[in-house]
């Protein structure tokens, strides 16, 4: 069975400071892990994903996340935030096995001026 | 830019209602989904199709809710009688991913249907 787990429900920080969002995954086998990103009334949009390769990835928006085979993990990062950053943040984990995701329960950024 | 379309963004029926949500996923994407989410809780998924056909409705609440994609193009959820638990958001997405191959791609999300029931 896979799961994710974000385990904060919120993140404050500073306009101009480095952000990180966690997140931690369980999977048998290759993972394919995703983050979106969800403003409010709206649907989810796609901003990375990792397949295979580098473990560092590069999505929209500035964004980037690490992926740690050893931890589990697979943080969402930004070097300097922005107010318009603030949103509700979902990391997803799916398996070369199957063809679902499963997704956390999100992470609310709030990016204060 | 290609985009997700859900219709109607809004949604206020009564208990006992039949409801029921359209999508009409990005051309070529062969996949689609339909996902619940509860405020504050991530996406849950419905039902699953590969073109015309189902291939994940395990958390699909059957005994109300049905779901088709006749011409493996647009998509109807139908919730029949609507419950006072079923109000949540009903996203729709799409992916060009081909189930049986097992590789995952990234799922394109429509804007959602917010579902109210009284």
């Known amino acids: 069975a896979q799961s994710v787990a974000q385990p904060e429900d919120q993140v404050n920080v500073a306009e101009g400071n480095p952000l990180t969002v966690k997140c931690t995954y369980s999977?048998?086998?290759?993972?394919?892990l995703f983050w979106y990103v969800q403003y409010p009334n709206r649907g989810l949009q796609f901003l990375l994903k990792y397949i295979t390769g580098d473990n560092l990835v590069k999505g929209s928006y500035g964004f980037e996340a690490e992926f740690n085979k050893s931890q589990t993990s697979f943080h969402l990062k930004k070097p300097s935030a922005l107010v318009s950053d603030s949103a509700l943040y979902f990391c997803a984990v799916g398996n070369s096995g199957t063809y679902k995701s499963i997704f956390g329960t999100g992470t609310r950024l709030k990016v204060l001026a | 830019e290609a985009e997700v379309a859900q219709s109607p963004r809004y949604k206020i029926t009564e208990k006992s209602q039949a409801v029921a949500f359209w999508c009409d996923p990005i051309?070529?994407?062969?996949?689609l989904y339909w996902y619940r989410q509860i405020l504050g809780q991530g996406p849950e998924l419905l039902v699953q199709f590969q073109d015309e056909s189902v291939v994940d409705d395990s958390q699909l609440p059957k005994d109300r809710f049905s779901a088709e994609r006749l011409k493996g193009v647009d998509s109807t959820l139908k919730i029949q009688p609507a419950e006072l638990g079923d109000s949540a958001m009903y996203l729709c997405a799409s992916s060009l991913a081909e189930w049986a191959s097992g590789a995952q791609e990234t799922q394109y999300f429509g804007p959602g249907t917010r579902l109210l029931v009284l």
């Open positions: 051309s070529g994407h062969a996949t």
């Open positions: 999977v048998s086998g290759n993972p394919y």
